[in-house]
């Protein structure tokens, strides 16, 4: 059904572009007629077997009304001559003229070329096309049939992909070879559309992979695009937008334009270039259609933008006079040596260039002159300069003979190599390598052709061509990258800065090899991007409805942090580290515990030394007047106890102070436990020792045989043994351990020991709490009896002051974090050691060194008045 629906469209062509009456070469028993006014080739040269080709020369058309009472007049080429299609006609010529002097390829025979011109629009590319495939310059053959063989072998062109495939689809009908030079549309790569078409360039998804790479390399992601509204510019730019999505390019607008549309396109085209915010532009167009643009371009002053260029117009010479694209950007093909090609581009003279009517045209064009045989009276009379015929292209700087820049013209070199190394294969014995035999009288069927030019594979100047399966260029695609520099006459030009190899690895395919001079002349990369980068330390949020380029910067969250510059999350960092202020790097967490020269463990160290320091001096004090009343008093042996536990009551406090460990852990909670417990049963034992001596005072009372010094000591020493083993029972069973605190703060860890059990924690300071409390009750019911120093009064006192600071204790224990908490114990031992000797000791210091005179047992039993203390 396809081929039927191909056939109907290009019967269509066919009527629309040459006017037939009918579409097919009517046959009869006599003659055949070809239909339609056939044109000559605007170049050519007879030989054995002729090689067709399809360039522009010409980049207008001339339109003519159609009034449909006559056959239409042949559409005629006109405007200025384009001087890169005279190149790409020159270069097939000089290859041509190369094979016809070898020896080892096509020996014997006569390469022929029948030239066309496509005017850079489709029409005339498929007409070029269909004169080619029918080559009859006679209206009428006289044959029996039509011929069936094409006139060319095969065709080079042409320039553009538009008119490749509009000439492709009118070859392929016939199983004509159509090699192109320069259509890059990768559509034509589609062999099941196009069995017939080849091409010695690579398609533009090579090209379309290399200009997003170019914009990801210079850390570009918010961009323009615009393009030729035809194949070229349409799948090209498909293409490099599918490749710029993958590597996270936005595009602002993508646009497209043609060179015939209404004025208002342009226009309109130009304004959205203008008003846009990305200063980064890719253009896939042909160097026609931009010349179109280019006036509305410049009409009002727009921001300088960074211009990132196709093939197709990266080179073009007429667009250097344009200072819009100074700094431009863009690939070419490789450079490719072609010896001999710039002396014969130079050997042109005047006899010869008067011979065509293109080169005639070019050379009239160059030196401003008018050759012999062209010119009128009236031009006489107006003053045309008549050519001498001394000019010499030697002495003419132009596009045309800067070989330096003509890259394109070496694919026209190449394709008609291959051209002919598949014309070898068929007509020539190829098994005879040092003089093969060729038959030039051979017919060639276009088939034959096709199959050998899928086989072609040689090195032709250094360089290997050869065509894949799908006819194009089997070897990787290389460009070079092209910068538009301003010379120091002040004149643009095309400078090399580097190559793109699309072999290399990923990432590793451009390399540049000099400076990029970019817009205004500037060194550094001109930035292009909807929003700045966010720094480290923040992460990018996309705002809603529009392309993912486009964000906010928010900062990481707390614990976050993010490493990199337009970072689309941020990291929480591992549990011991932390963020820095800026967010972007991860520090150890401070760690915090009440450290030895920190100013608080300082104080608290100081306090304990001096506590235990005024123990020391009391005990000394009560040492040297140890046969005193006053310290014989109530078992002076409990007295250096109840010292004793003092002094290890303020020591135990520094276990508290310093870097937790296993030891000091189990230590310091013990330790306390054990100490106070021994405190506490000494005051317990002296209370209860008050008590009983004033029973004992009774008449008939002998309860102080009951309690004496033995048994004083067995009391305290068993008060003390159940909380020695509860200590002895928490340590075998659940001992406490240092821990890493993470949880109460997020900034720090505090390093504090783990109690391991809080039950016995609580069961150590409850015991505690049992006896000052029965210490409490039993000394407030002892406070009034009568003596002149009564001590149960001021072990009332201590006691009190001891419940007192172990109740606030307990809350502020547990609301208290990290390093005060240990603090706030070691501030409750001390307190309540200081309350006890205070409250116990100090009163008999006092009379001791203050009032010696009280210090007498007849006092101290009330026999002699004294006053309060």
């Known amino acids: 059904m396809w081929k039927s629906k191909l056939a109907a469209l290009t019967v269509f062509v066919v009527k629309w572009v040459l006017g037939f009456d009918s579409v097919v070469l009517k046959a009869s028993s006599l003659r055949c007629r070809l239909q339609g006014i056939s044109k000559p080739p605007i170049l050519s040269k007879e030989g054995d077997f002729v090689i067709g080709g399809v360039f522009s020369f010409h980049s207008q058309v001339r339109t003519v009304q159609h009034n449909y009472t006559r ?99 009118i070859l392929g009908l016939f199983g004509i070879s159509q090699v192109s030079h320069l259509a890059t549309c990768s559509c034509l790569s589609n062999k099941q559309q196009y069995p017939t078409f080849f091409r010695t360039v690579h398609s533009d998804n090579f090209q379309a992979a290399a200009l997003a790479h170019v914009v990801k390399y210079f850390g570009w992601k918010w961009i323009g695009a615009v393009r030729s509204d035809s194949d070229y510019g349409n799948s090209g730019m498909a293409s490099f937008l599918r490749v710029a999505d993958k590597e996270g390019i936005c595009i602002e607008y993508s646009v497209a334009f043609f060179k015939t549309d209404p004025q208002s396109k342009l226009k309109q085209v130009a304004e959205i270039i203008r008003h846009s915010t990305a200063r980064v532009i890719v253009a896939f167009v042909q160097g026609t259609d931009l010349r179109v643009l280019l006036p509305e371009l410049i009409k009002e002053p727009q921001p300088r933008l960074q211009w990132i260029g196709s093939e197709a ?74 050519c001498t015929g001394s000019e010499n292209l030697s002495n003419v700087n132009s596009s045309f003979t800067d070989t330096s820049q003509m890259r394109v013209v070496n694919m026209v070199y190449k394709a008609t190599y291959a051209i002919a190394h598949a014309l070898h294969g068929v007509v020539c014995n190829s098994r005879q390598q040092a003089s ?44 070079e990258l092209i910068n538009w520099q301003v010379s120091k006459e002040g004149r643009l030009q095309f400078v090399t800065v580097g190559h793109y190899d699309a072999s290399q690895p990923k990432d590793h395919e451009l390399r540049l090899i000099r400076n990029i001079t970019w817009l205004d002349g500037r060194t550094e990369v001109p930035a292009s ?126 276990t508290f102070i310093g870097r937790p460990t296993e030891s000091s852990c189990m230590l310091r909670h013990t330790a306390f436990g054990i100490t106070f417990v021994l405190c506490i049963s000494c005051i317990l034992v002296k209370t209860i020792v008050v008590l009983m001596a004033f029973r004992a005072t009774l008449p008939g009372s002998n309860v102080m045989k009951w ?128 309350g006890l000797m205070t409250c116990i000791y100090f009163p008999k210091c006092y009379i001791i060194l203050l009032k010696p005179e009280q210090n007498t047992k007849k006092h101290l039993m009330g026999k002699v008045p004294s006053k309060s203390l």
């Open 313 to 386: 117009w990266m080179i073009e010479p007429d667009l250097l006079n344009f200072g819009l694209f100074a700094g431009a950007i863009g690939f070419s093909f490789e450079a490719f040596a072609m010896p001999g090609f710039r002396q014969f581009l130079l050997d042109l003279s005047a006899i010869e260039a008067s011979q065509t009517s293109l080169v005639k045209e070019f050379w009239e064009d160059t030196f401003g002159c008018k050759l012999q045989g062209e010119i009128t009276q009236m031009g006489l009379e107006q003053g045309v300069r008549v």
């Open 436 to 479: 093969p035999k060729c038959n030039k009288s051979m017919i060639l069927e276009p088939h034959q052709v096709l199959q050998q030019l899928k086989k072609v594979n040689f090195t032709v100047n250094g360089y290997s061509v050869m065509f894949n399966s799908n006819g194009d260029p089997a070897n990787g695609a290389i460009y």
């Open 707 to 834: 309690f004496g010094p033995p048994q004083q000591r067995m009391t305290v020493v068993g008060f003390s043994s159940v909380q020695v083993l509860v200590c002895i029972l928490w340590l075998v069973l659940s001992p406490p351990f240092p821990i890493k605190n993470m949880s109460h703060y997020k900034e720090r860890i505090i390093l504090e020991c783990n109690l391991g059990s809080a039950g016995a924690f609580w069961a150590v300071l409850g015991y505690i709490g049992v006896l000052a409390v029965l210490c409490f009750v039993l000394a407030f019911l002892a406070r009034k009896l009568p003596d002149n120093f009564n001590e149960a009064k001021f072990i009332t006192f201590s006691m009190l002051i001891f419940c007192a600071v172990w109740i606030t204790f307990i809350p502020a224990y547990v609301s208290s974090p990290g390093k005060f908490t240990v603090a706030l114990e070691i501030f409750a031992i001390l307190a309540s050691s200081f």
């Open 71 to 169: 056959q239409p007049e042949p559409t005629q080429c006109m405007g200025r001559l384009l001087l890169t299609g005279l190149s790409f006609a020159r270069a097939m010529e000089f290859a041509i003229k190369e094979i016809n002097s070898k020896q080892d390829l096509l020996p014997n025979i006569t390469l022929g070329y029948q030239i066309h011109d496509s005017c850079t629009v489709i029409p005339m590319a498929v007409n070029a096309a269909f004169q080619l495939a029918n080559g009859q310059d006679a209206e009428i053959v006289t044959d029996a049939s039509c011929p069936k063989v094409a006139s060319v072998a095969a065709v080079v062109g042409d320039s553009t992909s538009a008119s490749s495939i509009g000439m492709s689809r």
């Open 529 to 654: 991007v909807c929003n700045e980068n966010c720094p480290p330390g923040t992460r990018k949020a996309a705002q809603k409805g529009k392309p993912i380029c486009c964000y906010d910067c928010v900062a990481c969250g707390e614990g976050e942090i993010s490493y990199h510059t337009d970072s689309p999350d941020c990291v929480s960092c591992p549990d011991e580290f932390w963020p820095n202020s800026q967010r972007d790097k991860c520090l150890p967490k401070p760690i915090e515990f009440l450290a030895w020269d920190e100013v608080l463990g300082i104080i608290l160290t100081v306090c304990s030394i001096t506590g235990t320091c005024m123990v020391i001096a009391v005990s000394g004090i009560f040492y040297r007047h140890r046969t005193s009343p006053i310290v014989r008093a109530n078992n002076s042996e409990l007295s250096f106890l109840l010292l004793f536990s003092l002094t290890l009551c303020f020591l135990c406090s520094l």
